[in-house]
């Protein structure tokens, strides 16, 4: 496994690995999934299927669904597989009789299964629920190719602290950050005026707010581009997604608010670029296809064949953009406010959406009270005092939990309180 973390930029420290230094990469290296079931999952499990020579499979982990874990576990003769629901351990049991996978559940199994020795882990549990079994992975300086944004979200810098400490390696595998990461090595820290991310816009990019406010479950589940989780896709509908990420770009790059821009681009087709002092402006592109980034860390510090489609921009014609609107989404603006309040602040932001969005697919909010839900959490968590930094991944629990509940005693007002 390779060593110490990188430094990247001059002396600004992160445990992102800006510079291509080539690792001596082992011949075979191991892998583990965390959430191995999801979209995510299913994409990386896609490319170690592709490539069985080079990469051989630690740990496999998944919510509930024993059936689907104990298939994968069994194709890839993973070593171990942990389903996070306890009263699922018997059917995962059941269906790895006959070979010698080992089996767990429970919180403490999906931690352990980060814990185990491979040399590179996804983490891509949705929410909250993940940050634990990410810290595992990274307390061991492990590589970890991070598609879960809410461990930034809820807990940054204390996660990147700890990443930096352990000698981990974070592997940006949300695509946005993806290309930032892909981009920021064309020049240094001194050199960089801003970043940008782009965002699809969602399915209500041109809609009225009045039709927004009103926008039902199967709408705000039709994403123009990308197939993903039930969740990230209401949160691109809201631009929370696009919230979210520019709160993990700042994490992960040691970035300030300034200099993060959004800019909608409904093709999907560029995913970041970096602004760097000459005002060049460096992008990476490519199909709207999550097995791209998750290849590029995958095969970092080289580059592993991908089966994605080949990217014709002929046939695509235009690439368009527009300046994200702050008004009709107004997740995007509590995004940045919640980052430069800090303090916990994101932690509460990332919280108060995910009990939203919760209550949006119950039926009991409209898709407009999602945003002021959010809102009204932020700003009760502000008034009561309660901002103070994050030391602890206990710390950014106990903010998570309580700006949950704070979040479910402020929903039947919201949810009465018509626009
Ligand atoms: P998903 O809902 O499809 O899959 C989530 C996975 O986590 C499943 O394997 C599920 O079994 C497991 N899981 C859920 N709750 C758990 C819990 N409490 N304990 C243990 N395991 C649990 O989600 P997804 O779309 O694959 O997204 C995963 C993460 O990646 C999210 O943080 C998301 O924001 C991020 N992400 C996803 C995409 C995408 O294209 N899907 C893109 C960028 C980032
Ligand atoms: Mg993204």
């Given at each position: 496994?390779?060593?110490?973390?990188?430094?990247?930029?001059?002396?600004?420290?992160?445990?992102?690995?800006?510079?291509?230094?080539?690792?001596?990469?082992?011949?075979?290296?191991?892998?583990?999934?965390?959430?191995?079931?999801?979209?995510?999952?299913?994409s990386t499990m896609?490319?170690?299927?592709?490539?069985?020579?080079?990469?051989?499979?630690?740990?496999?982990?998944?919510?509930?669904?024993?059936?689907?874990?104990?298939?994968?576990?069994?194709?890839?003769?993973?070593?171990?597989?942990?389903?996070?629901?306890?009263?699922?351990?018997?059917?995962?049991?059941?269906?790895?009789?006959?070979?010698?996978?080992?089996?767990?559940?429970?919180?403490?199994?999906?931690?352990?299964?980060?814990?185990?020795?491979?040399?590179?882990?996804?983490?891509?549990?949705?929410?909250?629920?993940?940050?634990?079994?990410?810290?595992?992975?990274?307390?061991?300086?492990?590589?970890?190719?991070?598609?879960?944004?809410?461990?930034?979200?809820?807990?940054?810098?204390?996660?990147?602290?700890?990443?930096?400490?352990?000698?981990?390696?974070?592997?940006?595998?949300?695509?946005?950050?993806?290309?930032?990461?892909?981009?920021?090595?064309?020049?240094?820290?001194?050199?960089?005026?801003?970043?940008?991310?782009?965002?699809?816009?969602?399915?209500?990019?041109?809609?009225?707010?009045?039709?927004?406010?009103?926008?039902?479950?199967?709408?705000?589940?039709?994403?123009?581009?990308?197939?993903m989780g039930q969740?990230?896709?209401?949160?691109?509908?809201?631009?929370?997604?696009?919230?979210?990420?520019?709160?993990?770009?700042?994490?992960?790059?040691?970035?300030?608010?300034?200099?993060?821009?959004?800019?909608?681009?409904?093709?999907?087709?560029?995913?970041?670029?970096?602004?760097?002092?000459?005002?060049?402006?460096?992008?990476?592109?490519?199909?709207?296809?999550?097995?791209?980034?998750?290849?590029?860390?995958l095969g970092w510090?080289?580059?592993?064949?991908?089966?994605?489609?080949?990217?014709?921009?002929?046939?695509?014609?235009?690439?368009?953009?527009?300046?994200?609107?702050?008004?009709?989404?107004?997740?995007?603006?509590?995004?940045?406010?919640?980052?430069?309040?800090?303090?916990?602040?994101?932690?509460?932001?990332?919280?108060?959406?995910?009990?939203?969005?919760?209550?949006?697919?119950?039926?009991?909010?409209?898709?407009?009270?999602?945003?002021?839900?959010?809102?009204?959490?932020?700003?009760?968590?502000?008034?009561?005092?309660?901002?103070?930094?994050?030391?602890?991944?206990?710390?950014?629990?106990?903010?998570?939990?309580?700006?949950?509940?704070?979040?479910?005693?402020?929903?039947?007002?919201?949810?009465?309180?018509?626009?």
């Amino acid at each position: 496994m390779a060593s110490a973390a990188v430094l990247w930029f001059g002396e600004q420290m992160s445990a992102v690995p800006l510079r291509n230094n080539k690792a001596a990469a082992s011949a075979i290296r191991t892998v583990t999934v965390l959430g191995a079931t999801g979209s995510i999952g299913d994409s990386t499990m896609d490319l170690l299927r592709g490539a069985r020579d080079r990469f051989r499979v630690e740990a496999l982990t998944a919510n509930g669904n024993a059936q689907a874990l104990a298939k994968l576990a069994r194709e890839f003769n993973a070593r171990f597989a942990a389903v996070a629901d306890p009263s699922k351990l018997s059917e995962l049991k059941e269906a790895l009789a006959g070979t010698r996978i080992e089996c767990a559940a429970g919180e403490s199994a999906i931690i352990e299964a980060a814990a185990r020795p491979a040399d590179w882990v996804m983490a891509a549990v949705s929410g909250a629920a993940g940050l634990k079994p990410a810290l595992a992975a990274v307390d061991r300086g492990a590589s970890v190719a991070l598609a879960n944004k809410e461990c930034l979200v809820c807990a940054g810098d204390f996660f990147m602290q700890r990443a930096q400490t352990a000698g981990a390696r974070i592997l940006p595998a949300d695509s946005e950050h993806n290309a930032l990461f892909q981009a920021l090595s064309s020049g240094n820290r001194e050199e960089l005026v801003r970043v940008i991310i782009t965002a699809s816009g969602g399915p209500f990019r041109t809609w009225a707010p009045a039709d927004i406010e009103q926008a039902t479950l199967e709408q705000a589940l039709k994403h123009p581009n990308w197939s993903m989780g039930q969740k990230i896709t209401i949160d691109s509908a809201s631009m929370m997604n696009k919230g979210l990420e520019v709160i993990e770009a700042s994490y992960l790059f040691a970035l300030t608010p300034d200099q993060i821009d959004v800019l909608v681009h409904p093709q999907s087709i560029i995913h970041g670029m970096v602004e760097f002092s000459d005002r060049s402006v460096v992008a990476q592109l490519g199909t709207p296809d999550m097995r791209i980034p998750i290849a590029h860390c995958l095969g970092w510090p080289d580059r592993i064949v991908g089966p994605s489609a080949k990217l014709d921009l002929a046939k695509i014609g235009q690439l368009t953009f527009e300046a994200p609107d702050f008004e009709r989404f107004p997740g995007l603006r509590l995004a940045y406010e919640s980052l430069r309040t800090g303090r916990g602040a994101t932690t509460v932001y990332n919280a108060a959406n995910e009990v939203a969005v919760a209550a949006f697919i119950a039926g009991k909010i409209r898709f407009g009270a999602i945003a002021r839900l959010v809102e009204a959490t932020l700003n009760d968590w502000i008034r009561s005092g309660n901002l103070a930094p994050l030391t602890s991944a206990d710390d950014a629990i106990s903010v998570d939990h309580n700006a949950r509940n704070r979040a479910a005693s402020l929903l039947p007002q919201i949810a009465r309180k018509a626009s």
